[in-house]
């Protein structure tokens, strides 16, 4: 944790997201009932509502922050989802071998090859709209690519001696695969999980824009669904969209700083270095400066 802190993008994403999550867990205690008609509709914002009401006369505020909690626990959950799922067919597929994995990995290059949006789409549009279907519907189309990366890192690992040293003590396969190879995984599982958690939450918002969740929910999607029914562009209700909007930038913005920083502390490679320019001895903006004077 020390080290993950003394990055400066890590820092910066960690900042951002732990915002969030304060926000999704406390902000609802704080603000007053999404539902609750509260005004004239369209109104900008004021002392009294002080990010205007929506086209049905709520409180932007108040559904902006309810709908953090929904749309980031959509997001975690999914990212849980398709992690877990991911890890452990690669996982599987990596370590057996054989035809295990021929049959895992003609599997998951199925799942690759579909299209995800339509299939996403359809499926969305098919079953009973909710948080667990979008859950479902993220998941069943997003651990295929995640499985693949984990098949390749678990063939990399499964020829180490502390392997060999589990399969000659009698450890059961799964447990192998679930307690030794896994774990060691560590980075590459949390760097994963925080992108697939940053896919969930742009897929939930953009289904749920286009109507294909449970539109009585308070989310960040359905805020904008409701806006775009709203006409709020036509009547230039800015209000009633840009607080969702930005919230869903800084997220996504958090999750991916977040996302470097671990991926230079555990690649030093990828550390910023500094520009050619500086790095070359003696060149310096001084002699520059003043032959421009």
């Not at 180490?160 to 392997?163: A, L, M, P, S, V």
């Given at each position: 944790?020390?080290t993950?802190l003394?990055?400066?993008?890590?820092?910066?994403?960690l900042?951002v997201?732990?915002?969030?999550?304060?926000l999704?867990?406390v902000?609802?205690?704080?603000v007053?009932?999404p539902t609750?008609f509260?005004?004239?509709?369209?109104?900008?914002?004021?002392?009294?509502?002080?990010?205007?009401?929506?086209g049905?006369g709520?409180?932007?505020?108040?559904?902006?922050?309810?709908?953090?909690?929904?749309t980031?626990?959509?997001?975690?959950?999914?990212?849980?989802?398709?992690?877990?799922?991911?890890?452990?067919?690669?996982?599987?597929?990596g370590?057996?071998?054989?035809?295990?994995?021929?049959?895992?990995?003609?599997?998951i290059?199925?799942?690759?090859?579909?299209?995800?949006?339509?299939?996403?789409?359809?499926?969305?549009?098919?079953?009973?709209p909710?948080?667990g279907?979008?859950?479902?519907?993220?998941?069943?189309t997003?651990?295929?690519?995640n499985?693949?990366v984990?098949?390749?890192?678990?063939?990399?690992?499964?020829s180490?001696?502390?392997?060999a040293?589990?399969?000659?003590?009698?450890e059961?396969?799964?447990?192998?695969?679930?307690?030794e190879?896994?774990?060691n995984?560590?980075?590459?599982?949390?760097?994963s999980?925080?992108?697939?958690?940053?896919?969930?939450?742009?897929?939930?918002v953009?289904?749920e824009?286009?109507?294909?969740?449970?539109?009585?929910a308070?989310?960040?999607?359905?805020?904008l669904?409701?806006?775009?029914?709203?006409?709020?562009?036509?009547?230039?209700?800015w209000?009633?969209?840009?607080p969702?909007?930005?919230?869903i930038a800084?997220?996504?913005?958090?999750?991916?700083?977040?996302?470097?920083?671990?991926?230079?502390l555990?690649?030093?490679?990828?550390?910023?270095?500094?520009?050619?320019?500086?790095?070359?001895?003696?060149?310096?903006?001084?002699?520059?400066?003043?032959?421009?004077?």
């Open positions: 944790m020390r993950l003394e990055n400066r993008k890590a820092r910066i994403g900042a997201v732990v915002a969030f999550v304060l999704a867990a902000g609802p205690l704080l007053s009932d609750d509260v005004g004239a509709p369209h109104q900008s914002p004021s002392a009294a509502h002080w990010l205007g009401t929506t049905q709520q409180d932007v505020l108040a559904q902006t922050v309810v709908g953090a909690r929904t980031l626990l959509v997001g975690v959950l999914t990212g849980l989802g398709v992690i877990g799922l991911g890890a452990l067919v690669g996982g599987i597929a370590y057996f071998g054989g035809r295990i994995d021929d049959a895992l990995t003609l599997l290059n199925v799942f690759l090859v579909l299209p995800g949006l339509p299939l996403m789409v359809v499926l969305a549009a098919w079953l009973p909710g948080p279907t979008i859950i479902g519907v993220l998941i069943l997003g651990w295929a690519w499985a693949r984990f098949r390749a890192q678990t063939l990399s690992i499964r180490r001696d502390f392997i040293a589990a399969i000659i003590s009698g059961h396969p799964l447990r192998i695969v679930v307690v190879i896994l774990p995984m560590a980075s590459l599982l949390v760097a999980f925080i992108g697939a958690t940053l896919y969930a939450i742009g897929a939930q953009g289904l824009f286009l109507g294909l969740g449970d539109v009585s308070v989310t960040w999607g359905t805020n669904y409701w806006a775009s029914n709203d006409a709020a562009l036509l009547t230039g209700s209000w009633t969209f840009v969702t909007g930005v919230g800084l997220v996504g913005f958090g999750l991916t700083m977040l996302n470097f920083g671990i991926d230079e555990t690649n030093p490679r990828l550390a910023a270095r500094r520009s050619p320019l500086h790095s070359r001895p003696g060149l310096s903006a001084t002699p520059v400066a003043r032959e421009l004077r």
